[in-house]
């Protein structure tokens, strides 16, 4: 009956209870219309959503029965116990039989943030617009039910809305009936799902439906972005219906659901929600205002592919406990590539796929504050901890090394055989590498131990040798991860001019010498990742970096040069190569550079060093030619739009001196800019860096683009543009909204922390930093997934001094109770403070 749901709690639920089935009524007739304050941003107090639940089980076990509640009211039947988290029901109230029925009237909230129902009101339509989000355990905060992975139940849902609704939920629309002001919906009975799954959205959407490779599906987006989402409308209906068919093709399993249907949710925290027959993705990240580039499109396919593999991984067969939530999340993003793969070109789509988690996870996993794929949680309350690069991004790579390890036909028939014996029902990383192995032939449980139970990465370091390399393994920080080395799949680039040969490798030993082949036996360049199979960071031998710095930009293959200058990047971040030359490099470089995924990767890592890594004389010294060459990419009508808008981006990330930001001054009394009509949000970004550099035009900017743009999205910009405001009490105001306003979105709130925590105005933001650490735990327990993850990690990159990191490491040292996974969190954002300090002293 303690707060959360613990292991122990879980346990003896499962032990217990069967077959559950929730018939679920809610009404939301009561949710009112959000009042306005001055800053633009919805205020009110949280309204209630009323419900009543018959919670019908099957007892396989003796004892009472608990459920998990946290609303704000329960009418209880007579000698039941509610706390205010739990709900026990005594044994004998349940009869003989071994068929249980529970009923409960409740209430619970409906509110902007800290609700499991999301309200947001749309100053443009007038409407408010409603969904759930229960993931990982807040499905008790909206009914009384078994909260946990492992209690599967099928769930009948019925809902009353305003007249002029329409609603969306997991299962198929059976019927509606209209009475006086509200019509009640109701949904056909869900498959079985995990409590975190259950979902639906109400509100006056507009909807568009049409078939896809023989699939209705239906799309739901407010009334007042419909007509800015036009034909791309048909586009996201088509990518979710294609993904849809490869899968069940390739898994050879059909869509495990009856339908399938997508929100385009307002104000959503994260990128995509996979609750079954009913995706929610973030309204912003699909809903384009300006032309989007290449990156952006493949953003919004990847979390299309990744949400739709949720249909099988993660709804159809879920992990047993948030433990192994990798095992979700991980393989949706890892076939989310193979989606991408199999649609449209493969090496593209594997270069997309190191850009986009490669990086990320080295950057976590080389850590103090790491943690192993496979998380131990005790409580569910723990689970949103569990949420990161770690199961996000370093997950999918490792399925790549087992991918390659055991080859795609063995990994295709063991993923099969994975889902049909699993189907509706929850299993373990143990469970999955059982079928892969079997396919395989081979056991895998060694394997999986190593790279999931194992804390940390291995980093590989070249050292050349009379005709050939000497490849040493050793472990990122060998305090966590021990001194073993992990077992590595590679091949290794032999390159000199035109000639160039991959060697496979398996390294099993700290040491393993590769040959160079007969015909490439003096290379200029040796790598030892080529075709990025595997999960390892690669030092590369000075020779080769040298080579590197000088050349990457020449390589023909855009997945290699990618990969290598992400090497050159972590050379930087380990103060073995000046920031300064890796800037020079790169401006070099990016005139000739036509990939529009490598162009913003690397010149994402350039405004880093400039803004972070570069002592304020030196970045003075170096900011006007950087500007110059952004500032030339940008009006280079020789590149693609997508080139040029990135080195816009870039120019407005780093501009500093009066004429660049004269210059971006300019731009806002111009029709277009790098090629396209400039449009929001570039013209927000270009007003918040005016604001955030305190340029003799600012404010007035900032007034004339918020009567400009009146859409809630430039609303939302406006409060961004405000948090980088140069002054103290600009920050003060802005620090006590994000703690004290239950009525700030979290995505409002998300989306003004790196405006909040820039570099430039340290000085500013530092005074907070120790009470926005102190806070953590609140933040914990109020706030969704991701949202302490974004909170700690925009606070500390915005920190550069070795003031800050003092500030740091004394609230570890006086902090002792600090949860674990909270302090691993701070330990993951405090690597990049190190670095940034470490850095800087090295190249004054």
């Known amino acids: 009956m303690g707060p959360g749901v613990s292991r122990a709690l879980a346990e003896y639920r499962a032990a217990r209870v069967a077959d559950v089935r929730y018939e679920l009524r809610l009404d939301v007739t009561a949710t009112g219309v959000a009042a306005r304050v001055s800053s633009g941003a919805p205020r009110s107090t949280p309204d209630t959503v009323r419900g009543h639940v018959v919670v019908r089980f099957r007892r396989t076990g003796p004892g009472d029965v608990i459920l998990d509640f946290r609303g704000p009211t329960l009418v209880t039947p007579s000698g039941v116990e509610w706390n205010g988290a739990h709900v026990r029901v005594p044994e004998k109230s349940l009869g003989a039989g071994p068929e249980g029925v529970i009923e409960f009237d409740f209430t619970a909230l409906a509110a902007p943030a800290g609700a499991s129902v999301i309200r947001v009101h749309d100053a443009a339509d007038r409407n408010d617009y409603l969904y759930t989000l229960l993931v990982p355990a807040d499905a008790n905060q909206l009914f009384p039910c078994f909260d946990q992975p492992d209690l599967k139940a099928r769930t009948t849902l019925s809902l009353t809305v305003p007249n002029g609704w329409s609603a969306v939920a997991n299962g198929p629309l059976a019927d509606s009936a209209a009475a006086e002001g509200a019509t009640t919906l109701r949904f056909a009975e869900s498959k079985p799902i995990s409590t975190y799954l259950i979902g639906f959205a109400a509100g006056p959407w507009a909807r568009v439906t049409r078939t896809a490779e023989g699939r209705p599906v239906t799309l739901y987006v407010r009334q007042s972005r419909r007509q800015e989402l036009g034909a791309d409308a048909d586009s996201i209906i088509d990518a979710n219906a294609r993904a849809a068919r490869w899968l069940e093709r390739w898994f050879g399993v059909p869509f495990p659901f009856p339908k399938l249907d997508v929100v385009l949710a307002p104000a959503f925290p994260f990128g995509g929600m996979e609750h079954p027959g009913a995706i929610f993705y973030s309204e912003n ?48 993003t890892y076939m989310a590539a193979k989606v991408q793969a199999g649609l449209g070109d493969s090496s593209d789509a594997w270069k997309t796929f190191y850009l986009r988690n490669k990086p990320v996870a080295y950057n976590v996993d080389r850590t103090l504050g790491t943690v192993p794929v496979w998380q131990a949680l005790g409580n569910l309350d723990q689970a949103k901890s569990a949420y990161g690069p770690i199961v996000y991004n370093k997950a999918p790579g490792v399925l790549k090394q087992l991918d390659a390890l055991v080859g795609d036909s063995a990994f295709r028939r063991g993923l099969h055989d994975f889902l049909t014996a699993h189907a509706y029902a929850n299993a373990t990383w143990r469970d999955l590498l059982g079928a892969v192995g079997a396919a395989a032939g081979r056991p895998l449980t060694a394997w999986g131990e190593q790279y999931f139970l194992r804390p940390g990465m291995p980093v590989v370091t070249q ?8 490849l040493t393994e050793r472990p990122a920080r060998p305090s966590l991860s021990g001194s073993a080395p992990w077992p590595v799949k590679t091949e290794v680039l032999f390159a000199a001019g035109e000639h160039a040969a991959r060697v496979p490798a398996e390294l099993r030993a700290t040491t393993t010498r590769v040959p160079a082949p007969a015909d490439v036996p003096r290379p200029d360049v040796i790598f030892a990742n080529a075709g990025d199979l595997a999960y390892a960071g690669i030092s590369l031998d000075s020779a080769s970096a040298r080579w590197a710095l000088a050349h990457a930009g020449e390589v023909r293959d855009p997945l290699l040069r990618a990969m290598l200058w992400g090497t050159l990047w972590d050379d930087v971040r380990d103060a073995r190569l000046d920031p300064a030359r890796f800037v020079e490099a790169a401006t070099r470089a990016l005139p000739n550079e036509r990939d529009e995924e490598i162009v913003p990767f690397v010149l994402g890592r350039l405004s880093r060093a400039v803004n972070a890594y570069l002592v304020p004389a030196r970045r003075a010294t170096l900011l006007p030619s950087v500007e110059r060459a952004l500032r030339a990419g940008a009006d280079d009508a020789a590149r693609s739009y997508g080139v040029r808008k990135a080195h816009l981006d870039a120019l407005v990330a780093v501009a500093g001196t009066p004429d660049a930001l004269a210059g971006l001054d300019s731009l806002l009394d111009r029709p277009e800019a790098a090629g396209a009509p400039l449009r929001a949000p570039t013209r927000w970004a270009v007003v918040t860096r005016l604001i955030a550099a305190g340029a003799p035009n600012a404010e007035r900017r900032l007034t004339d683009e918020t009567a400009r743009d009146t859409t809630d999205p430039g609303r939302r910009s406006a409060f961004v543009a405000g948090a980088a405001r140069p002054t103290a009490d600009a920050r003060r105001a802005y620090f006590t909204r994000y703690l004290d306003d239950p009525s700030l979105n979290e995505d409002w709130a998300t989306a003004s922390l790196g405006a909040f925590n820039a570099p430039a105005a340290e000085a500013l933001s530092r005074p907070y930093l120790r009470a926005a650490l102190d806070t953590l735990p609140w933040l914990q327990r109020n706030r969704r997934i991701f949202y302490v993850n974004t909170w700690v990690e925009s606070l500390l990159s915005g920190q550069t001094s070795e003031d800050a990191l003092g500030i740091v490491r004394a609230f570890l040292a006086a902090r002792r109770d600090l949860p674990a996974d909270l302090r691993q969190k701070v330990l993951q954002a405090e690597d990049e403070l190190e670095r940034t300090v470490a850095v800087r002293r090295r190249w004054r």
């Not at 499109?297 to 939530?325: C, K, N, P």
């Open 285 to 332: 990240s699909f809903v384009y205002r300006e032309r989007p580039t290449r990156p952006q499109l493949l953003g919004r396919a990847s979390t299309i592919y990744h949400e739709v593999a949720h249909q099988w991984f993660g709804d159809l067969v879920t992990m047993r406990w948030f433990d192994d939530l990798w095992l979700k999340e991980g393989f949706a």
């Open 463 to 470: 050292t050349r040798v009379p005709n050939g390399v000497v």
